[in-house]
């Protein structure tokens, strides 16, 4: 495993210490976010896990290897990089042999994280099933992923260009247990609140902790989502991002946007329609997260 993980000089002296560590995925670098916001957004969230206690460790793929921290200098390049590749599971063996430029999604840095042996891992929100999915058979692999992979993801729930209602028929189907922070009903990415409850809420990072080492211990393989709210001061009103979705996944088809081209389109297409308000949320939340993150992963490194 050695010739295809590389760690960070500051992730390799955290787990020499023992400290808690926190994943993080490239492609929001990449593909999520405009230049040079994307650079200042990971920078100031792997800062937020540091003054939390915890250590950052941004996940992508570059010169065959993958890379488990990325340096200053590494983030700058994959956040103006264009010819940076999206990577799912698929892709990984793929780019690791051709040392190609990857960034990693939600689960491909699951992946890695694993093979890292980081159990949290914070991001915006995940993938889901798509709207129109009975006919198109668009499901992300972050669903799979979730259901084999030992890894806590800490998001704002799905993103709401998704059908949510059928993303937690799958997540149930697979035993993915998904908590709410502090909130009873899934977010919705953009909006604190959506038509669906939760059957767990937690309130803080010591019960999330304990849970999933329980859930690790007893042999029960899979990760789990802990559904984190956007902070109500950048939260969007329901209606309005709702009509703006509407608009884009209208014209997402017209333009046969498929694959994995549709979600940057989507976000893309939303920023524009919410005059970049959805971006400043994006933004918001992701710090948010990693706030929660890094407390979830102090209190497991504790146990």
Same mark, same amino acid.
């Given at each position: 495993?050695?010739?295809?993980?590389?760690?960070?000089?500051?992730?390799?002296?955290?787990?020499?210490?023992?400290?808690?560590?926190?994943?993080?995925?490239?492609?929001?670098?990449?593909?999520?976010?405009?230049?040079?916001?994307?650079?200042?957004?990971?920078?100031?969230?792997?800062?937020?896990?540091?003054?939390?206690?915890?250590?950052?460790?941004?996940?992508?793929?570059?010169?065959?290897?993958?890379?488990?921290?990325?340096?200053?200098?590494?983030?700058?390049?994959?956040?103006?990089?264009?010819?940076?590749?999206?990577?799912?599971?698929?892709?990984?063996?793929?780019?690791?042999?051709?040392?190609? +430029?990857?960034?990693?999604?939600?689960?491909?840095?699951?992946?890695?994280?694993?093979?890292?042996?980081?159990?949290?891992?914070?991001?915006?929100?995940?993938?889901?099933?798509?709207?129109?999915?009975?006919?198109?058979?668009?499901?992300?692999?972050?669903?799979?992923?979730?259901?084999?992979?030992?890894?806590?993801?800490?998001?704002?729930?799905?993103?709401?260009?998704?059908?949510?209602?059928?993303?937690?028929?799958?997540?149930?189907?697979?035993?993915?247990?998904?908590?709410?922070?502090?909130?009873?009903?899934?977010?919705?990415?953009?909006?604190?609140?959506?038509?669906?409850?939760?059957?767990?809420?937690?309130?803080?990072?010591?019960?999330?902790?304990?849970?999933?080492?329980?859930?690790?211990?007893?042999?029960?393989?899979?990760?789990?989502?802990?559904?984190?709210?956007?902070?109500?001061?950048?939260?969007?009103?329901?209606?309005?991002?709702?009509?703006?979705?509407?608009?884009?996944?209208?014209?997402?088809?017209?333009?046969?946007?498929?694959?994995?081209?549709?979600?940057?389109?989507?976000?893309?297409?939303?920023?524009?329609?919410?005059?970049?308000?959805?971006?400043?949320?994006?933004?918001?939340?992701?710090?948010?997260?990693?706030?929660?993150?890094?407390?979830?992963?102090?209190?497991?490194?504790? +146990?």
């Amino acid at each position: 495993m050695k010739q295809y993980l590389s760690f960070s000089e500051e992730v390799k002296a955290a787990k020499l210490a023992g400290k808690p560590v926190v994943a993080l995925e490239s492609t929001i670098i990449s593909h999520g976010m405009p230049y040079p916001q994307n650079v200042q957004t990971a920078r100031e969230v792997e800062e937020i896990i540091r003054e939390n206690g915890a250590v950052p460790a941004t996940i992508a793929i570059m010169d065959g290897q993958i890379k488990i921290g990325l340096s200053d200098e590494e983030l700058e390049l994959f956040g103006k990089a264009s010819d940076v590749a999206k990577v799912s599971r698929r892709d990984i063996g793929y780019l690791v042999a051709t040392k190609k +430029l990857g960034a990693t999604t939600v689960a491909a840095t699951m992946i890695c994280a694993e093979l890292a042996e980081i159990s949290i891992f914070v991001t915006g929100g995940i993938g889901g099933v798509h709207r129109g999915a009975e006919t198109t058979m668009d499901i992300s692999a972050d669903l799979e992923e979730l259901a084999k992979t030992n890894v806590a993801v800490i998001c704002a729930g799905a993103k709401s260009i998704l059908d949510l209602g059928l993303t937690m028929e799958y997540l149930e189907t697979k035993g993915v247990p998904v908590m709410g922070y502090a909130t009873d009903v899934l977010p919705a990415f953009y909006t604190r609140e959506s038509d669906f409850a939760l059957s767990t809420r937690v309130d803080d990072p010591q019960v999330v902790a304990a849970s999933l080492k329980a859930k690790w211990d007893l042999k029960i393989d899979g990760g789990a989502v802990i559904a984190n709210p956007i902070p109500e001061s950048h939260a969007m009103p329901a209606a309005d991002i709702t009509a703006v979705i509407e608009q884009a996944l209208k014209e997402a088809e017209e333009n046969h946007i498929q694959g994995k081209d549709v979600t940057p389109f989507l976000l893309a297409k939303v920023k524009d329609l919410t005059e970049g308000k959805s971006l400043e949320a994006n933004i918001a939340l992701v710090k948010h997260n990693a706030l929660i993150g890094a407390q979830i992963a102090v209190a497991y490194n504790e +146990l």
